[in-house]
């Protein structure tokens, strides 16, 4: 499956911004998506995953009640909605598609994943 994310830009501290995640080539139905985003000088960061039927969702500690994970399987898309937006979260975020194990065997691991979208700039600026 080939994926592609958008919805990056410059926004405030504060401020709220949603990512999108399209994928073609394959239904999104059979995976576990995730979002993943790597700031300057540092390795790539978990940060959410959704199981293929949307029901069960993980975050990471660093964003859990402030960033929500969904999926619309219909229109093959995921979703990042990031709220309360600060000056850390500035980074290229990532969206990935693994099986629907990689959410129970380890969705933190770069390593369960087998595609990755191109990434995506978010900019928080004060």
């Known amino acids: 499956v080939q994926l592609q994310a958008s919805g990056g830009g410059l926004v405030q501290a504060g401020d709220s911004l949603r990512l999108s995640c399209a994928a073609s080539g394959r239904t999104l139905s059979g995976y576990t998506m995730s979002w993943f985003r790597q700031a300057a000088g540092k390795e790539r960061e978990f940060l959410a995953a959704?199981?293929?039927?949307?029901?069960?969702?993980t975050y990471a500690r660093s964003v859990k009640g402030r960033f929500t994970i969904s999926r619309d399987n219909a229109k093959n898309l995921a979703y990042l909605q990031m709220n309360k937006l600060k000056l850390a979260d500035t980074a290229v975020y990532y969206c990935?598609?693994?099986?629907?194990?990689?959410?129970?065997?380890?969705?933190?691991?770069?390593?369960?994943?087998?595609?990755w979208g191109q990434g995506t700039l978010v900019t928080v600026s004060s």
């Open positions: 990935a598609a693994g099986s629907e194990g990689a959410f129970y065997h380890g969705p933190t691991q770069t390593a369960e994943y087998s595609s």
């Open positions: 959704i199981i293929p039927n949307g029901v069960r969702t």
